[in-house]
């Protein structure tokens, strides 16, 4: 599988962005997706994680109630919706892909990831 995220840039404190994964190759449908992000100087840390067909999703207590996670199965894509964002949600978010029909937080357990896109959020 590979993923390709994008949907982030520059916006203000309290706005909104979507990031969107793109995944190619087989049986999409047969991967949890996690997010994750990493900030300068920091390590990567996780922030959402959503289930084959996007019943079960965990949430970073940081991002509860502000981010959503959802995926579109038919269309190859996970999809990280971001509300309420704070500038320290500034950081590069990833997206990633687990053979596990649960999502995970531990980042050592995704199989395939994308090459991240940077969200910037300015207060």
């Known amino acids: 599988v590979q993923l390709q995220a994008y949907g982030g840039g520059l916006v203000q404190a309290g706005g909104s962005l979507r990031l969107s994964c793109a995944a190619s190759?087989?049986?999409?449908?047969?991967?949890?997706m996690g997010w994750f992000r990493q900030a300068p100087g920091k390590e990567r840390e996780f922030v959402a994680g959503i289930s084959w067909v996007g019943k079960i999703t965990y949430y970073a207590d940081s991002v509860k109630g502000r981010f959503t996670a959802s995926r579109d199965n038919a269309k190859n894509t996970a999809y990280l919706q971001m509300n309420s964002l704070k500038p320290e949600d500034t950081a590069v978010y990833y997206c990633?892909?687990?053979?596990?029909?649960?999502?995970?937080?531990?980042?050592?357990?995704?199989?395939?990831w994308g090459q991240g896109t940077l969200v910037t959020v300015s207060s």
């Open positions: 190759g087989r049986a999409f449908s047969t991967y949890s």
């Open positions: 990633a892909a687990d053979r596990a029909i649960r999502p995970t937080m531990n980042r050592d357990e995704y199989d395939y």
